[in-house]
């Protein structure tokens, strides 16, 4: 199993301009979960799907984030118009549910300049 | 919510020594209590994991501990290597809930 696909690895951008983050789960879970590291914060929770469902999007900052999962096998995170301290690593993570361990993909570091 | 606490931030030990990594949690329906390492650009990945109805489990150089009265568990870390260093992270759930993670603690291996 490849793991929890994450696109891309790194993504400069200017303030103001569109940013998508894609993620693609490990085959077969049903919990999709966005988090977004920082080192002021640690790890926050911005948004949960189950079974491609938005749950919990009590995370998510403002409304100039959004979050999609149209089928099992994608997902987007979305932020527009980006800002400077939109700046971080954001984590895409999938699990069976219940209680198993998420499982993390590698991460998108987001610079917005 | 749920919060949770986790010391110390940093951490340094000698090659061969033993670390300890301490979590405490506020939710008393919390009863999954996972760790993951996490290492330099890369994403936090499981190491080893605790169910409410259990007081300790161990994985070779790795054991967790549960005291749910007292509403903390730990990570111990046996015969440290240069490879353990990384940073750690403790997390929460009630098992159908998502994961609520500890601040992290970066462990250093100085050989």
């Known amino acids: 199993d490849a793991g929890v696909i994450q696109s891309p690895r790194h993504e400069v951008t200017e303030m103001g301009q569109e940013v998508t983050l894609r993620c693609k789960p490990i085959s077969g879970h049903n919990s999709l979960f966005w988090y977004r590291q920082t080192m002021m914060r640690g790890l926050e929770l911005l948004i949960y799907f189950n079974n491609n469902v938005p749950i919990d999007d009590s995370g998510m900052p403002e409304d100039r984030f959004s979050a999609k999962m149209p089928n099992a096998s994608f997902s987007t995170l979305k932020i527009q118009p980006s800002e400077p301290r939109d700046s971080a690593v954001y984590f895409c993570a999938s699990t069976l549910g219940g209680q198993v361990g998420a499982f993390f993909g590698q991460g998108t570091r987001l610079t917005v300049v | 919510g749920e919060n949770v606490e986790q010391h110390p931030s940093t951490l340094s030990v000698q090659e061969g020594d033993s670390a300890v990594i301490k979590c405490t949690y506020s939710d008393s329906a919390s009863n999954y209590f996972p760790w993951y390492k996490q290492e330099l650009g890369k994403g936090p990945q499981l190491i080893i994991d605790?169910?409410?109805?259990?007081g300790e489990k161990k994985d070779q150089r790795i054991a967790v501990t549960l005291n749910k009265t007292a509403k903390h568990f730990s990570l111990h870390i046996t015969e440290t290597q240069p490879e353990d260093s990384a940073v750690y992270f403790c997390?929460?759930?009630?098992?159908?809930?998502?994961?609520?993670f500890g601040k992290g603690t970066r462990l250093s291996v100085i050989a």
């Open positions: 605790i169910r409410s109805n259990v």
């Open positions: 997390a929460a759930s009630r098992g159908n809930t998502p994961l609520v």
